[in-house]
Nanobody, 125 residues
Framework: QVRLVESGGGLVQVGGSLRLSCEAS????????AGWFRQAPGREREFIAA????????YYDDSVKGRFTISSDNAKNTISLQMSSLKPEDTAVYYC??????????????????WGQGTQVTVSS
């Protein structure tokens, strides 16, 4: 059984930084893509960033480009999201996802069969 577990969310002030991590278990991911999505109250889940497990291909939504950095550690079956210059509109539940075979631009939720439980990120002004 594949399981994704996120960690690293919390409360941060505007302009601050947070690092999210997502550890996968139950399957070794060496091919395909993983990514991060987020969902704010009353809004649909939206794509943030995607990466292939070797780390050579990355893709970002324009809303986070230049502020967020996605990375992967194939040996640890882990992906991370370094978030900087955080804004109040970044407040959301952040989800990691894995198992996409291709990189759609932009990626869609149904591309990913595996999801974490989500971690709350709150940016206070």
């Amino acid at each position: 059984q594949v399981r994704l577990v996120e960690s690293g969310g919390g409360l941060v002030q505007v302009g601050g930084s947070l690092r999210l991590s997502c550890e996968a278990s139950g399957r070794t991911f060496s091919r395909g893509f993983a990514g991060w999505f987020r969902q704010a109250p009353g809004r649909e889940r939206e794509f943030i960033a995607a990466i292939n497990w070797s780390g050579g291909v990355k893709y970002y939504d324009d809303s986070v480009k230049g502020r967020f950095t996605i990375s992967s550690d194939n040996a640890k079956n882990t992906i991370s999201l370094q978030m900087s210059s955080l804004k109040p509109e970044d407040t959301a539940v952040y989800y990691c996802a894995a198992g996409a075979s291709t990189l759609r631009q932009p990626p869609e939720t149904h591309d990913y069969p595996y999801w974490g439980q989500g971690t709350q990120v709150t940016v206070s002004s």
